[in-house]
């Protein structure tokens, strides 16, 4: 077995040698770089948020597609496409077999407000190609700012999570493990884009405890699902915005899950806040009919919630 975690069988067919590679790892280790990718992932969000630059000159209006037609419009914003590009290329080290098999909500690019001209963000180069990157998209500005970005950006090592949120990858057993060749990664950089842009804390539903808008609602989200029928299989979500440090220094917080058949693992009572109210029935939607709940029983709590989408939960 290599370092990396990979067993290669080979396979003989007709005197021909088919090389295949069987991507077998320890299912908690894999959660584990997830986290960290989506650890990352965070820290970038916020970084962009706060720079001291202009934020809104790195947003491009997108084209309404069939999945976002309950939306009135729909935006990426450069960190939209940077995480997205950093997890790919992460994951793609780590794990090989994955290189063809990550997907995500982004195109890749971004189309500049000051001269139209649409950018391929390419952040496999070394930190002084990311650099110049990141020049270029902020009218080659150099600023301290943009130099602590490249510095999250090319990094491998500095990523650190939570002691609370290793522990939690304890209640896994070792010896189940987790084959990637039938796996594919979907990644929604920042779901909640809108709320992202707006920028302000949020509204919470004091009876339920419930983040209804606002920047904690806009979330990283990595999802794992069956190649051959679409089956979700394991998740990581990170609210980068989850408490307020400062004016402009957030901490995230990192919810996981699995539902493999011999796997089923979370840790919501690890970050769950539990009150006197989580016992109500609560229906989470979007954008939809209010007459959608008509037959809806009155014992339910209905509440609009910013990311939902056009979804009820």
Known sequence: MSHSGHMEAFFFQHGQSIFRIMSSVLLHEFLYQLSVCSEKAACIARHIRFMHTDFNSMIEKKQLDENHQHLNADYKTLADVIIQEVIKRDLRRIY??????IYGEEDGSLKLNSSDEKIIIDVTGTREDILNLLKKLFDNKSTQSIEALADIVASSSDITLSEQCKQSFEKIPNNISI??????IWIDPVDGTQQYINGIDGLVDLNTGIIQDGLSTALVLIGCFDLQNGRALLG??????NEKLDEYRWKGLIYWGTALSNAKFNNLDDVYKRNQHNNQRVLLHGSVDVNTFDNILNDWTKMEVAGCGKNIF
């Open 96 to 101: 090989p077999s994955l290189t063809n098999h």
């Open 179 to 184: 084959d990637l060749s039938n796996i594919g």
């Open 236 to 241: 990581v979500i990170n609210r980068a915005f």
